[in-house]
């Protein structure tokens, strides 16, 4: 896998129709600078609106992906996307005149053709993989369908079918390596039973579609009336279902090919998530709506995941940095209002200590002494203690200082503090420090919660 951010070195376009509008669209991909993402440009529209390809604008998988931004749309994301994560490319920006991409044959091999032909180049910036860290799981039992996603070192998918059809039957389709798409996975064109594409026709979409971008598979047997009717539609001289019950079409590029393509399917899909994976998804009878699905799943992962490294991690078996004795050497503040037991983490741009709150403290005593609670105020006050020992380590005599308020803004309390709790203040510098003034935000946790969160301004001044 790469290490580096990609994106392509000139624009390239790839012009057909829409699968269900029918509607020529031109599709065009232009470079894009590093952590620029996805992004889709309706440049059909007076306001050119953009529209991000994130999980969180899916609007529609009744029959492909739609992402939506500001009411506007672009549909059947999934096979351009494929392409795009397929190639390992970060950043793109796409020029749409549409509302939706073009089939083209039903696959992803025209978008990655196009792509190769402009260039891929590499940017300065690294890759900033997701790393699974443990299973996750989204299942549809009605549906018969599962998702599971396993810690791997590289990103790998299998998928397995199976619709009761003695058409296909049971497949298995398996990518071990991201680079193995183009070869391997591009190629494999969309399917659809009859019977749902007579759906489809009623119910006047696939306006865009003909035997040429999907591999249309008869379960039933099918009169010569009905043959006929289709071939009007799709404006053949003739409909005949070929051996293995494939309609009228050309020879699979797979013998596996419906399950290698809902593999693809998965990739677009899965790549709405924002971020390059290392992981392996195992999917049985996966759809749109599902990987949709799974992929909030797997996004709120990753949110959590983000915001748990920012939790100060306490291991009581580690010599602090500052001890309570070290800390009253530096503070002018004692007990019952020297309030910071350690310093545990210190660099130039943050300080983390910690509290241990403890029944016996004076203020329980008449602080909902039946209920106790420990004070807001005194949770600021130990969190600006714990920032003014970073303020005093700024010069070479904190004895001889003494650190003053100058602002308290933004200060929420979003969780009780009770005795038994150990209180953990994490303080980072908003701007730097300058002629003893110091600028922090902070946030305070018990466990993984955070409970207070509040910014800070303080002044040194020397001891008269």
Request: with cysteine; hydrophobic share 40%.
């Amino acid at each position: 896998m790469t290490n580096k951010q990609r994106t392509i070195s000139q624009q390239v376009t790839v012009s057909g129709v829409g699968l269900h509008t029918g509607e020529p669209v031109n599709l065009t991909f232009k470079p894009a600078s590093e952590n620029y993402g996805c992004k889709f440009q309706r440049v059909d529209l007076v306001e050119k609106p953009i529209i991000n390809a994130v999980i969180e604008n899916v609007v529609d998988t009744s029959r492909g992906t739609t992402i939506q931004q500001n009411n506007v749309i672009v549909a059947t994301v999934e096979h351009v996307l494929a392409a795009l994560s397929g190639l390992s490319i970060d950043n793109v920006h796409i020029d749409i005149d549409s509302a939706e991409t073009p089939i083209m044959d039903g696959s992803s091999r025209y978008f990655v053709e196009a792509l190769k032909s402009s260039g891929i180049v590499e940017q300065d910036e690294e890759r900033n993989y997701y790393t699974l860290d443990t299973t996750l799981r989204y299942s549809n039992p009605a549906k018969n369908v599962e998702i599971i996603a396993i810690p791997s070192d590289e990103f790998k998918l299998s998928v397995l079918i199976d619709y009761n059809s003695s058409v296909i039957g049971s497949q298995h389709a398996i990518l071990e390596n991201i680079d193995d798409f183009c070869e391997d996975i591009s190629k494999s064109r969309t399917f659809v039973f009859l019977h749902e594409l007579e759906l489809l026709i009623s119910h006047n979409l696939i306006k865009g579609g003909d035997l040429n971008n999907a591999i249309v598979l008869v379960d039933k047997i099918v009169d010569q009336n009905e043959l006929d009717r289709l071939a009007k539609v799709f404006n053949k001289p003739n409909i005949k279902v070929l051996e293995k019950g494939v309609l009228n079409n050309t020879e699979l590029s797979y013998y596996n090919e419906p399950a290698r393509h809902k593999l693809l399917d998965l990739i677009g899909d899965v790549s709405l998530v924002g971020v390059p994976l290392k992981a392996h998804i195992i999917a049985t009878r996966p759809g749109h709506e599902a990987n949709v699905e799974f992929t909030k799943i797997l996004k709120a992962h990753i949110k959590k995941s983000a915001a748990n490294k920012d939790i100060p991690v306490y291991d009581p078996n580690a010599k602090p940095i500052y001890d309570i004795n070290q800390i009253k050497n530096i503070l002018p503040h004692r007990p019952p209002f020297l309030l910071v037991d350690k310093i545990i983490e210190m660099d130039e741009h943050h300080i983390v200590g910690l509290k241990n709150v403890t029944m016996n403290e004076a203020h329980f005593v008449g602080h909902f002494p039946n209920e106790p609670v420990m004070p807001g105020v005194l949770q600021i006050e130990a969190m600006a203690q714990a920032g003014g020992i970073y303020t005093l380590s700024k010069v070479p005599d904190p004895e001889n200082y003494v650190t003053y308020f100058l602002k308290i803004d933004n200060a929420r309390f979003k969780q009780k503090v009770v005795p038994g709790d150990t209180l953990i203040f994490k303080l980072q510098l908003v701007s730097p420090f300058r002629r003893g003034i110091c600028h922090m935000f902070g946030t305070a946790y018990v466990g993984n919660k955070v409970v207070m969160e509040a910014e800070l301004m303080a002044q040194i001044i020397k001891k008269k």
